[in-house]
């Protein structure tokens, strides 16, 4: 059965430095997402994304996050400038037709 | 803005015995509902979910869910847990009407541990 991966599955970095985190949706899928849960908190959306361009963000995507699809089939998750607070689990998603999103099992978000 | 609230942060449930995991969500003309589990140190699986047609839905391992559109809820229910149900249960919503790709709102999540 298809799924969606993410890499790395932990990544611990300084704060302010740049990362990437990196997904590949489920080949056919049109839509994707990127998601965090903040350890102990709920599942908060961030973004969405369609068509080459982001079709939905929260107030959470400031201008320090950035999203690309680099070719077709990654989709990618950027922090310009890490902070303490941005330590969390960063769950892609992708959909096929915008009604169920399928989730990657995270990347762990260490900032120091 | 859609919401959902899941009362429950704990429930402890002896093994064989049945389940029911509550989940209200805002009102709104039309919704799609999910239920997700997460097993520790992993990733949200698709459990089951509600876009339309037969209120009540199904999973391949014994859980159901009913959508209630007058009480606004769509609990999760099992009448026997097994050991291996043990993990976290997420609520979620979207609304099919506002576009933007169907963004997901969650619920809190409740903790379902099932004792021997």
């Known amino acids: 059965e298809p799924e969606v991966t993410q890499t790395p599955s932990h990544q611990v970095t300084q704060m302010g430095q740049e990362v990437i985190l990196r997904c590949v949706p489920i080949?056919?899928?049109?839509?994707f997402y990127w998601y965090r849960q903040i350890l102990g908190q709920k599942v908060e959306f961030l973004v969405s994304f369609y068509n080459n361009e982001i079709s939905e963000k929260s107030e959470i995507f400031d201008d320090q996050f950035s999203v690309e699809r680099p070719d077709g089939s990654n989709f990618t998750l950027k922090i310009r400038s890490t902070k303490l607070e941005d330590s969390a689990m960063y769950f892609c998603?992708?959909?096929?037709?915008?009604?169920?999103?399928?989730f990657g099992p995270g990347t762990r978000l260490t900032v120091l | 803005a859609q919401s959902v609230t899941q009362l429950d942060s704990q429930v402890p449930v002896f093994e064989e015995a049945p389940v029911e995991l509550r989940c209200n969500y805002s009102s709104s003309v039309s919704v799609y509902l999910f239920w997700y589990v997460q097993y520790p140190n992993q990733g949200l699986q698709l459990l089951l979910k509600?876009?339309?047609?037969?209120?009540l839905v199904k999973s391949i391992n014994g859980f159901e869910a009913e959508f209630n559109k007058s009480q606004t809820s769509f609990h999760l229910r099992k009448p026997s847990v097994h050991i291996s149900d043990t993990a976290e249960y997420f609520c979620?919503?979207?609304?099919?009407?506002?576009?933007?790709?169907?963004?997901?709102?969650f619920g809190t999540g409740t903790q379902l541990k099932v004792e021997l």
């Open positions: 998603a992708s959909s096929e037709t915008e009604r169920t999103q399928y």
């Open positions: 080949s056919n899928h049109l839509y």
């Open positions: 509600y876009l339309s047609g037969s209120t």
């Open positions: 979620a919503v979207s609304d099919p009407l506002t576009g933007g790709g169907n963004k997901l709102t």
